[in-house]
């Protein structure tokens, strides 16, 4: 099968994550990289090896071999990176968020479209192996009709810096807290519940902890709730917080996050599955019972999500992201920023 030639805009961690995942997988190359620090991007070559390397992305999208593209820059320039890699033919891959806000993610999603090209938003926790597992476990049936969820990424202690303090500048980042690591919360939620429509939203954010940090901006929330209802019936619950004082029950996480807990619920007629440690609650004939569950995989997150993305260019298998799901969950991003600015709730067209 021929390779299929990738170029990664923004060599950082996540670039870094995804050239391994190319040099893991047999059917793809790391055809090219480009990222503005050159320092930055003379490391990444020695380490990975691409076939050629630029300090300007729109060189390496001019180039006619590369066919897919994965961007892995600061929030702001997702959209602006993505539309001209699909205006050059090139298949996308994007780290969360999609975008700004839905209405940059529906241009990407027409635009995607019109040209035929996979548009694949980056969500890796889709494809770790405990996640993995509950999708197949919901999907036989365990826990019968799922009716709601919970979504919690909270941390005591944990107001990121980035290079250049962008995560705390609204204009760079879209949001703090919600968009950074709430994202990622209710789209595990969301998956599992089967990417039901949203519907309505009401929710309320705060910025209480710009005192714990020592940045140029700080005008994006450091904590988010909200209530999400969907057209079948279900709705899900999230909570996030990038520093909250929080109580003894929250486990200790990295020493830079204070304590943290990262989990979704999904509650059922037949069962409730907690995704950590992945156990079900489940009823037995009339009994609850207490079911702890293995992962049935041990793959590499990054690289499964890869190989979807190189089967869904192929054609091979239907996209896992895709842009429908992206622009949706772009709409519940905004639908929770504007209730708590209406202080109401607010329908999702």
């Given at each position: ?26 059917n793809?190359?790391?055809h090219?990289?480009a ?16 076939g050629?390397?630029?300090i300007?992305?729109?060189d ?22 993505s539309?001209?890699?699909l205006?050059e033919?090139?298949?996308?891959l ?22 035929s090209?996979?548009?694949f ?5 889709r494809?770790t ?10 999907t ?28 705390t ?17 209710l789209?595990?939620?969301?998956y ?13 954010v ?9 940045v ?29 004082n929080?109580t003894?029950?929250?486990?200790v ?21 907690r ?6 609650f ?6 609850l ?13 990054f ?10 260019v192929?054609?091979?298998?239907p ?23 209406l202080g ?6």
């Amino acid at each position: 099968m021929k390779q299929l030639n990738i170029g990664i805009i923004g060599v950082g961690w996540p670039g870094q994550q995804h050239a391994k995942a190319i040099a893991a997988l047999p059917n793809t190359r790391l055809h090219s990289c480009a990222d503005n620090d050159p320092d930055r991007l003379n490391t990444f070559v020695k380490e990975h090896q691409p076939g050629v390397a630029f300090i300007d992305y729109h060189d390496l999208l001019h180039d006619p071999e590369l066919e897919a593209a994965i961007v892995c820059l600061p929030n702001f320039l997702h959209f602006p990176a993505s539309l001209t890699a699909l205006e050059e033919g090139k298949h996308v891959l994007c780290e969360k968020p999609p975008t700004m806000n839905a209405a940059e993610m529906k241009v990407l999603r027409d635009e995607a479209a019109k040209r035929s090209l996979i548009y694949f938003f980056g969500r890796q926790f889709r494809f770790t192996p405990a996640i993995r597992t509950a999708h197949e476990i919901i999907t036989e049936g365990r826990l019968g009709r799922i009716y709601r969820a919970r979504a919690t990424w909270v941390r005591s202690r944990g107001i990121p810096g980035g290079i250049g303090s962008w995560f705390t500048d609204k204009k760079c980042s879209g949001g703090g807290a919600l968009i950074d690591i709430g994202v990622h919360a209710l789209d595990t939620a969301w998956y599992l519940m089967g990417t039901p429509r949203p519907t309505s939203i009401t929710a309320k954010v705060f910025r209480n902890f710009a005192h714990f940090v020592s940045v140029p901006i700080f005008d994006v929330e450091d904590e988010a709730h909200a209530f999400i209802r969907f057209a079948n019936d279900t709705f899900v619950e999230l909570e996030t917080s990038w520093a909250a004082n929080l109580t003894d029950d929250t486990p200790v996480g990295p020493e830079w996050v204070g304590r943290e807990s990262n989990n979704a619920v999904l509650f059922g007629t037949k069962g409730t599955l907690r995704v950590k440690p992945l156990t079900l609650f489940e009823d037995q004939n009339g009994k609850l019972v207490t079911v702890p569950l293995e992962p049935r995989y041990s793959d590499n997150s990054f690289e499964m999500q890869l190989q979807n993305f190189a089967h869904a260019v192929r054609g091979e298998r239907p996209a896992i992201n895709d842009a429908e799901q992206a622009f949706e969950l772009m709409e519940m991003i905004d639908g929770i920023y504007a209730s708590n600015e209406l202080g109401r709730e607010v329908p999702i067209p």
